[in-house]
């Protein structure tokens, strides 16, 4: 939540849908149904990837919105398949950084 524009935060696993743990969000932002929502679109993405026969792996996601980013960061650790799900005000966040500080994030994340 230190990141400039920070509306909420997400740790999700996204073969369950289930958010690990959250933190902001609030009555705007419901994380537990945003964090089930993009479980979604990471598993359309996944999914496309594979039917084209591309061998890479998604680094992130961006939604844009009118007045939010919408940021999903990919992590594969472990057993299960977990994102970062950041969600950012537009007019006080700063994407590039807000992208840099979500990566060291998830370097630094023990899981």
């Not at 009118?66 to 940021?71: D, K, P």
């Not at 970062?84 to 537009?90: C, D, E, K, S």
Request: a negative charge; hydrophobic letters at 45%.
């Amino acid at each position: 939540m230190a990141i400039e524009g920070a509306i909420g935060v997400a740790l999700v696993d996204y073969e369950s849908g289930m958010s690990l743990g959250t933190l902001g969000g609030g009555h705007d932002l419901d994380l537990e149904v945003a964090g089930a929502g993009n479980t979604e679109v990471v598993r359309a993405k996944v999914r496309t990837l594979e039917s084209l026969a591309i061998d890479d792996s998604i680094e992130d996601i961006l939604i844009t919105l009118r007045g939010q980013y919408h940021l999903i960061r990919l992590m594969d650790r472990g057993h299960g398949r977990l994102f970062l799900y950041l969600a950012l005000g537009r007019e006080r966040a700063n994407l590039a950084l807000a992208r840099h500080r979500l990566r060291r994030i998830e370097s630094e994340l023990s899981v």
